[in-house]
């Protein structure tokens, strides 16, 4: 039965009963076992399974290097470089700010066919965890849960952003990631002195804080030895002092701000791992957008389309464990599905 | 708790047309149906004993009544007071609320001005020491200053009238707030996070319940009639919560067992028939007690005197207590399919949803007269149904039991056509 | 493996380019800026300052009587404060990795410290990197000139490679005051140019040392690891110094002003005890000091980096040179002419950066980071008080 619209409004109801009989099929008495796996799994307490999967994370990529671990510097999150004796790798944003500052002579030669290598490398480690690199690993973003969970403790009441400043701040990650790309190609072409390289490096509170986990501390530091280094030093420091206030009072703040969650979007789409979104399902509750740390309502409202990780997405599947509606919500790996909300998991999880 | 009092010393009531009214009604649902489950013998009582043997309702604490489903019932019980409904179905009041109202207004706000009126209300609950009224349609808005005239405190729960924008949102917040300091005010009890916990874990039970009881309306034939469901959800306005829920879950267990053993409710080519529009509410089953009479069975509905009330469930991320009252109120305005906002796009979504999750044959759609809210929005629904292919039916009728002949040869012709499709279809 | 021949390729690449930059000896200023004064200049200098000079060369014999002053006996006080020009002390030979400067102190690319070479490199694979050295004459590591050839001196020029395998005679004899060798692998690459020359009947044997460090940050580990646990000294070398390793020390250690560096003074692998060793700073600053039991010497990398504040360098490569001079009674004959003692001079150097507590300020950044945390803590505080408070009365303007 084909939908014939009458209305014009974006947001008319779609039937799809046909098709519905088709997505569900009756479950037969041979995959018993697979459905016990499934429920077992739908019905996790997610807040403590992220909660130990990203302690292990931050263990692993603060401290890893003590145990000679190195997985490459590609890496589609924040393992600083900088923290030189304990990272077991380093985020892609520091050598692709390398790369990018070589002088243009070098720079387009074929010798910059490094830069395509690398940004294939680090595609292909993106594409598995798409976005989820954010929510369940990166040691940044484990850092401001931290935060967060110590400020509950607390019972200091989140920030919110109203939708007006949500919009504005939101475009703040392209505007960080333009400016990782051409400052370093700049400095390259001469414009800048190489003090200002690699200029993200320079301001992001990683490179301040991940260090003194292995008790660097010597990353809080002003550098006065050039104007440009004062700067730079200064805006990193300042950067950090906001990013802990910020991360206090807002849930994921700097995530919100930050430029390799614009670069994760631009390939999301090729990613394996989805959060889909069936519409139908939908009764709009809003209790996904009430949960959400980013404060996404595009989770909430939008039900046309079954794709619904916006840019600002970290995957870190809280919408879907706080959805109560059978399968409008799930988090799939190639098409698998592997968490997906349910009433029974629902009613589990907020007791 | 309470006694059973002969008959000769019941009070003056029990023979009136009230209690007649009342009894008619349950006794046309226990005895002329075949196949009522036991777990319904509960509710069959408790309506007994409350509208024909009018036995006082027993509560905790204050007493906070409520005229309408978006008023969170956990702040109330987390400050040890009980709430309780006040939306009445009866005949009798409908006749002593048109006092009140014009000849041609909602009989659900007469009835329940009726009830507010008279010495006896029925439930027989004491008199509410605060009367909740958030500012939905008209007939409710203007009945605020009636209540207040008639002695009860009032207090105006203020309601946005659109739910998508993010002032509705942040309005409609801070109006829940006030209304908890509110009921601090009236209990003199302050909102903890342990009590609102526990408050919310009551009614989250609650509604696992209902979520679970309405899981079982999906099969196919029917385990479960709609007229024990509407008896069930319409419970819940005046019963003491931890019962009805354990009842709820009994019910359930006897309902697994029946679908287990493939038990019919209903005949197996029977209508599956989605009820929607002006909440049905006890005595006032008219309109269900027909289609299920007709052959039909109500699989599923969206009125707020069932699914509507209890389907939602809330999500909290943090769990004190500016985000559980934020949470609760997020719960009580964003779903709502009420038609008292300016789009109703939710609602027919919804209705989509459930033709299609429980096989729906056909909408009755019940407005009552002098509804404007509903009887505006048939048009839409009508729509957006028969553009699906999904026939509908539209009924404009009030308490009086006076249209019923007329009605069922409506609703006989209704299923009828139901059949005829669906032989055709199947051919 | 590819990133070897990347880095490797950059090294070299780097490498060139400073090559080029510094090339043209021939450009040198006159007067005593290095390279080969005219005999009258030499006897015009002589005339002026004799006593310097007598001062700067070191008697035979004497050296054992030198008493050290109280301030250069190891981990005492200040520098030795006398400072030599080049044309002092010529006869001190030693390899440097820089030919002289041309005054400004102009700094280079400091190799690969910190971040750099992570992900760079080149396309094509070319050779591997090669190490050009140069053999100086002088006191000054700034601007000692490059050492005349001395007929009357043999010179013998080994390098010994991180295998350990010493090498004769790689280097044509004839330029040696450009040294140049390859560099396959990773490890310290050794380079001793002995010369030795019989004066009356002393004979003088000078090595100069250079020891350079090829690590990169892409090549093969184990590689690696093996050279960086290899030893540094040579077991036929007449006199040595060795700069010794701490325990700890990275692989891409560089020294900054105000480390303590340990040298050893070794004679065929043997240490030397109270030998007179001189530390010159970049600047010219001596300080001596007199080895111990163990051929130990400590001295601390002074700081003498001054400039003006807004032309300051972090990575500004100061060299420094370590002369090692002990006597010994042997006789013995050199090309047929006997001799009664030796006079072994052996020199080594290095460079040395400023330290980052020069220009780092930890109380500048915490400074600013507690104070713009403090900032951020109380706007939040206010801002979440101010919306507490009722809404502002409504007020009209009596202007009109």
Not at chain 1, 307 to 319: P, R, V, Y
Not at chain 3, 94 to 117: A, F, I, T, V
Not at chain 3, 148 to 164: C, F, Y
Not at chain 3, 346 to 367: H, N, V
Request: aromatic content about 10%; some cysteine; glycine content about 8%.
């Amino acid at each position: 039965m084909k939908s014939s619209e009458t209305q014009a409004s974006a947001m008319a109801p779609v039937d799809n009963r046909a098709q519905r009989a088709e997505r569900s099929p009756p479950s037969r008495g041979g995959d018993r076992v697979t459905a016990g796996i499934r429920a077992a799994i739908n019905h996790v307490d997610l807040n403590r399974f992220r909660f130990w999967f990203q302690l292990v994370a931050f263990v692993l990529f603060v401290y890893g290097g003590y145990l000679a671990i190195d997985l490459g510097s590609r890496l589609p999150f924040f393992s600083c470089g900088y923290n030189q004796e304990g990272r077991a790798g380093v985020c892609y944003l520091l050598p692709l700010q390398h790369q990018l500052s070589r002088p243009w002579p070098m720079l387009f030669t074929a010798a910059s066919l490094s830069i395509l290598s690398g940004l294939g490398i680090f595609f292909l480690w993106f594409i598995v965890l798409n976005k989820g690199w954010c929510g369940f690993v990166c040691p940044l973003g484990t850092l401001q849960d931290w935060l967060t969970a110590l400020r509950r403790r607390l019972g200091i009441r989140y920030a919110n952003y109203t939708r007006g400043q949500f919009a504005q701040l939101t475009k703040v990650k392209y505007i960080l990631l333009a400016l990782t790309i051409l400052i370093p190609l700049g400095i390259g072409g001469g414009l800048w002195s190489h003090d200002m390289s690699p200029p993200f490096c320079l301001i992001c509170p990683a490179r301040m804080i991940l260090p003194a986990f292995t008790g660097d501390f010597s990353q809080f530091t002003i550098d006065f030895s050039s104007k440009t280094s004062i700067v730079m030093t200064t805006l990193g420091m300042m950067v950090t002092a906001l990013f802990i206030a910020g991360g206090f009072i807002k849930k994921r703040f700097f995530c919100f701000l930050c430029p390799m969650s614009a670069l994760h979007y631009l390939f999301s789409k090729l990613a394996l791992f989805r959060l889909k979104k069936d519409g139908d399902k939908c009764t709009r509750c809003g209790d996904c957008y009430r949960v959400c740390d980013l404060e996404i309502k595009e989770i909430a409202d939008e039900v046309n389309k079954p794709n619904i990780m916006t840019d600002d997405c970290t995957l870190c599947l809280k919408c879907v464990a706080a959805c109560p509606e059978d399968g409008a919500l799930k988090a799939t790996f190639a098409g698998i599905p592997i968490f997906e909300s349910t009433e029974a998991g629902f009613i589990r999880r907020m007791r | 708790m309470n006694t059973p009092t002969p008959i000769e010393e019941q009070p003056a009531f029990q023979r009136t047309r009230q209690a007649r009214e009342a009894e008619l009604t349950l006794d046309h649902i226990t005895d002329d149906f075949d196949g009522n489950p036991a777990g319904m013998q509960y509710f069959y009582e408790l309506f007994r004993r409350t509208y024909i043997k009018g036995e006082p309702v027993a509560h905790e604490g204050k007493l906070i009544g409520t005229t309408c489903i978006q008023v969170p019932d956990e702040l109330i019980y987390a400050v040890g007071a009980t709430p309780v409904r006040l939306c009445n179905g009866s005949y009798h009041y409908d006749q002593i609320g048109a006092d009140f109202m014009p000849a041609k207004s909602c009989s659900l706000v007469k009835a329940t001005l009726g009830m507010l009126h008279s010495e006896t209300r029925i439930p027989k609950t004491a008199k509410p020491d605060l009367v909740v009224n958030p500012t939905t349609c008209d007939q409710k808005k203007k009945a605020s200053a009636m209540i207040e005239d008639m002695g009860y405190a009032v207090y105006d729960l203020e309601m946005p009238n659109t739910k998508e924008s993010e002032e509705a949102r942040i309005y409609w917040q801070r109006s829940v707030r006030l209304f908890a300091h509110k009921l601090r005010g009236v209990t003199g009890k302050r909102l903890t996070r342990k009590a609102l916990k526990a408050a919310m874990a009551r009614t989250a039970r609650a509604q696992a319940a209902f979520r679970r009881l309405h899981g079982f309306r999906k099969a196919s034939p029917a385990v479960v009639l709609g007229k024990d469901v509407f008896l069930v959800t319409n419970a819940f306005f005046f019963d003491d919560i931890d019962r009805w829920t354990e009842a709820v879950e009994k019910l359930n267990t006897e309902l697994a067992q029946r679908q287990a053993d493939g038990f019919h409710a209903a005949q197996r080519k029977a209508p599956r028939i989605l009820f929607t529009g002006s909440p049905p509410v006890f005595p006032n089953l008219k309109l269900p007690v027909l289609i299920e009479e007709a052959g039909g069975v109500v699989v599923a509905d969206e009125t707020c005197s069932a699914n509507r009330m209890l389907y939602d469930m809330t999500a909290v991320d943090e769990w004190l207590l500016y985000d559980m009252v934020d949470g609760l109120a997020d719960r009580y305005l964003k779903p709502c399919t009420c038609p008292i906002f300016t789009r109703n796009d939710d609602r027919r979504r919804r209705l989509l949803d459930l033709a299609a999750d429980f096989a729906v044959d056909g909408v009755v759609y019940q407005s009552l007269a002098g509804c404007q809210v509903y009887e505006m929005e048939q048009k839409s629904v009508a729509e957006t149904l028969n553009a699906q292919g999904i026939p509908m039916l539209y009924i404009e009728t009030d308490y009086s039991p006076d249209d019923q002949g007329q009605l069922s040869t409506r609703i006989e012709a209704f299923l009828e056509s139901i059949k005829t499709r669906k032989r055709k279809v199947a051919a | 493996m590819p990133r070897l021949g990347l880095c490797a390729a950059l090294l070299m690449a780097v490498l060139s380019i400073d090559g080029y930059c510094q090339e043209a000896p021939a450009r040198k200023p006159d007067g005593n800026e290095g390279g080969r004064p005219s005999d009258a200049q030499i006897a015009k200098w002589r005339a002026r300052r004799p006593a310097d000079e007598v001062a700067a060369k070191p008697t035979p014999g004497a050296a054992t009587a030198d008493a050290p002053n109280a301030d250069s006996i190891r981990g005492g006080g200040r520098p030795g404060g006398r400072v030599m020009t080049a044309k002092h002390g010529s006869n001190v030979l030693w390899l440097s990795d820089s030919p002289p400067s041309r005054g400004n102190g102009k700094s280079r690319w400091g190799g690969m410290g910190g971040m750099g070479g992570m992900a760079m490199g080149g396309g094509a694979r070319r050779g591997p990197p090669v190490k050009r050295l140069w053999l100086r004459a002088g006191i000054d590591p700034q601007k000692s000139g490059f050492a005349r050839d001395d007929a009357k001196a043999e010179t013998e020029i080994l390098l010994v490679t991180p295998q350990g395998k010493p090498e004769g005679e790689p280097l044509s004899a004839a330029e040696h005051h450009k040294l140049s060798f390859e560099m396959p692998v990773q490890g310290y690459y050794r380079l001793y140019l002995t010369k030795r020359k019989l004066k009356d009947d002393t004979l003088a044997v000078s090595v100069a040392k250079a020891e350079v460090a090829y690590f990169s940050h892409g090549g093969d580990e184990e590689e690696r690891n093996e050279a960086a646990t290899a030893p540094r000294a040579l077991d036929s070398a007449p006199i040595e110094i060795v700069r010794e390793k701490k325990p700890d020390e990275k692989m891409f250690f560089r020294l900054t002003s105000g480390d303590e560096q340990v040298f050893i003074v070794l004679r065929k692998g043997v240490p030397v005890a109270n030998a007179r060793v001189r530390f010159v700073s970049h600047a010219g600053w001596v300080k001596e000091a007199v080895s111990d039991d163990q051929g130990r010497v400590s001295f601390q990398i002074v700081r003498d980096y001054f400039p003006a504040w807004n032309e300051f360098e972090k990575r500004f490569k100061a060299a420094y040179l370590v002369i090692a001079e002990t006597d010994a009674v042997e006789s013995g004959r050199f090309n047929d002419q006997p001799y009664r003692s030796v006079r072994y001079q052996a020199t080594l150097s290095g460079s040395y950066y400023p330290s980052p507590s020069d220009y780092r300020s930890y109380a500048w950044g915490l400074g600013i980071g507690f104070a713009f945390l403090i900032f951020c803590g109380t706007a939040i505080y206010l801002y979440r008080r101010r919306r507490v408070k009722p809404f502002a009365e409504v007020r009209f303007d009596e202007k009109q």
